[in-house]
């Protein structure tokens, strides 16, 4: 499997060279088009990680409340991380650190039902003491 | 899924490349422009679909 990565990289990096120089715009689009392809020849691997992670959390019983949560903030933070880096890749950091401000906020936003639990069991805590 | 894709933006790449010098020799610049466009599009077209099953997936798999 490594080696089929392996040469998806070779293969990219040879033909970014190629593109960059005569049509740099295409040269941006197979950039993009190996990062698919990389991410789709380990989607397999995956699927069964995500089968492990929530089978455990289930049988935890507490934190399956927030398992759904996590598994959203991951997925932001892959995407988010795969259009910062095309970003960067074609020169345009500005945009990049656009696009990841935008994610963390996303990720933020999606984190805050946990922080605000957080916060009560703490309350609580105190109130007890 | 295939590796063929890379390949196939990079022989659009370089049609589009050679059909500028062709123009640019036989004294039709005008038409550069236009090539470059086209090739870009089709580039596109190849590279879209891709990108949105990428995406359909990791919605799917995260639950977004």
């Known amino acids: 499997m490594i080696f089929k990565l392996l040469g998806i990289a070779a293969a990219e990096i040879v033909i970014y060279a190629l593109l960059r120089r005569i049509r740099p715009e295409f040269a941006v689009l197979s950039e993009i088009a190996a990062a698919a392809l990389v991410f789709f020849t380990v989607a397999g691997e995956l699927g069964s990680v995500k089968a492990f992670f929530e089978e455990t959390v289930n049988a935890s019983g507490t934190g399956s409340a927030y398992a759904g949560i996590l598994l959203k903030i991951l997925g932001t933070a892959l995407i988010t991380q795969f259009a910062a880096d095309a970003a960067r890749d074609s020169g345009q950091s500005a945009l990049a650190e656009k696009i990841e401000f935008a994610g963390k906020l996303l990720m933020l936003s999606l984190a805050l039902p946990v922080l605000k639990a957080v916060l009560q069991l703490i309350t609580s805590l105190s109130n007890g003491l | ?64």
């Open chain 2, 1 to 64: 899924m295939d590796i063929e894709i890379i390949f196939r933006i990079a022989a659009v790449g370089l049609i589009v490349a050679v059909l500028n010098q062709v123009l640019a020799r036989s004294g039709k610049e005008e038409y550069t422009m236009l090539v470059t466009l086209a090739g870009l599009i089709a580039a596109l077209m190849l590279v879209l679909p891709y990108i949105s099953t990428l995406f359909g997936y990791v919605r799917s798999v995260f639950g977004l």
